[in-house]
């Protein structure tokens, strides 16, 4: 038998889940394993992370979280990205932790049950969210792994200064803007009052293989040739794995970057 359970406890984060790859007609190109892998992650988010605002059910979106797809060039990934990012952050500290968690007004959607048997993930792993003073926004970016085996999946947290970006020029215009707009690093100047903990950025790639050669045309040709349904498929079940990845970040608590 299945119960709706009333809500206890909320996560630490809130996470701007974001895949980079190439429009149409490249969506499913190597080079877009990101994009792919984030399709195969929307359906699983709802039951994962189910806390929504009762004031506005039942359309409501999720309250931790926001999937994001680029939709520029890999290299040009990183300003319609972060432009997305600083409002999302503005928007979700003013509207949810201000008016909608600080009231009490979160709940599980009614179109979610809980096992009686089961201990919701949320209610064993969170904090009272009477508690939150802030919430800590955290970058995730789902990319395409080259050389690393087909499907498997490799995280690092922070930017080049943390691990090296490979030469993935996705990633690269992405840190780049960042920068840029003093987000990470992040960039204060004296007496400056900051509204949130600084942002963590988690890299979150997946494998895409490796082409014969390493000459730079034929690496061009291996990430821009669309992938088969053996890779397809390798590159949906890493959504399993990634979804371990982003709960623990979603309820992680620590100023880590």
Same mark, same amino acid.
């Given at each position: 038998?299945?119960?709706?359970?009333?809500?206890? #406890?909320?996560?630490?984060?809130?996470?701007?889940?974001?895949?980079?790859?190439?429009?149409?007609?490249?969506?499913?190109?190597?080079?877009?394993?990101?994009?792919?892998?984030?399709? /195969?992650?929307?359906?699983?988010?709802?039951?994962?992370?189910?806390?929504?605002?009762? @004031?506005?059910?039942?359309?409501?979106?999720? =309250?931790?979280?926001?999937?994001?797809?680029?939709?520029?060039?890999?290299?040009?990934?990183?300003? #319609?990205?972060?432009?997305?990012?600083?409002?999302?952050?503005?928007?979700?500290?003013?509207?949810?932790?201000? #008016?909608? +968690?600080?009231?009490?007004?979160?709940? =599980?959607?009614?179109? +979610?049950?809980? !096992?009686?048997?089961?201990?919701?993930?949320?209610?064993?792993? *969170?904090?009272?969210?009477?508690?939150?003073?802030?919430?800590?926004?955290? =970058?995730?970016?789902?990319?395409?792994?080259?050389? /690393?085996?087909? *499907? @498997?999946?490799?995280? #690092?947290? &922070? &930017?080049?200064? @943390? /691990?090296?970006?490979?030469?993935?020029?996705?990633?690269?215009? %992405?840190?780049?803007? =960042?920068? &840029? @707009?003093?987000?990470?690093?992040?960039?204060?100047?004296?007496?400056?009052?900051?509204?949130?903990?600084?942002?963590?950025?988690?890299? %979150?790639?997946? &494998? +895409?293989?490796?082409?014969?050669?390493?000459?730079?045309?034929?690496?061009?040709?291996?990430?821009?040739?669309?992938?088969?349904?053996?890779?397809?498929?390798?590159?949906?079940?890493?959504?399993?794995?990634?979804?371990? +990845?982003? !709960?623990?970040?979603?309820?992680?608590?620590?100023?880590?970057?």
């Amino acid at each position: 038998m299945a119960t709706h359970i009333s809500l206890v #406890k909320t996560p630490r984060r809130f996470l701007f889940i974001a895949s980079i790859g190439n429009p149409r007609p490249y969506r499913q190109t190597r080079h877009s394993a990101g994009h792919i892998l984030l399709d /195969a992650l929307i359906p699983l988010l709802p039951n994962r992370f189910p806390l929504v605002s009762t @004031k506005h059910q039942p359309s409501a979106g999720p =309250l931790f979280y926001r999937t994001w797809y680029s939709p520029s060039y890999m290299n040009e990934s990183g300003p #319609k990205l972060v432009r997305q990012l600083r409002n999302w952050i503005s928007t979700t500290q003013t509207e949810v932790l201000g #008016k909608v +968690i600080m009231q009490g007004n979160v709940a =599980l959607p009614k179109t +979610i049950e809980v !096992a009686d048997s089961e201990t919701p993930e949320w209610q064993h792993r *969170g904090i009272d969210p009477q508690s939150l003073g802030f919430l800590a926004p955290t =970058l995730v970016i789902l990319h395409d792994e080259l050389e /690393a085996p087909l *499907g @498997k999946v490799r995280v #690092k947290r &922070g &930017g080049p200064e @943390k /691990a090296s970006l490979r030469g993935h020029r996705g990633l690269t215009s %992405i840190m780049e803007s =960042l920068r &840029g @707009k003093g987000l990470h690093p992040p960039r204060t100047s004296p007496g400056e009052t900051r509204p949130h903990e600084d942002l963590s950025v988690l890299r %979150i790639g997946v &494998g +895409i293989g490796r082409p014969s050669t390493r000459n730079r045309g034929d690496v061009a040709d291996y990430v821009l040739t669309e992938m088969n349904a053996t890779e397809l498929a390798a590159v949906r079940a890493a959504a399993g794995p990634v979804m371990d +990845i982003l !709960a623990d970040e979603i309820y992680r608590d620590g100023s880590s970057l």
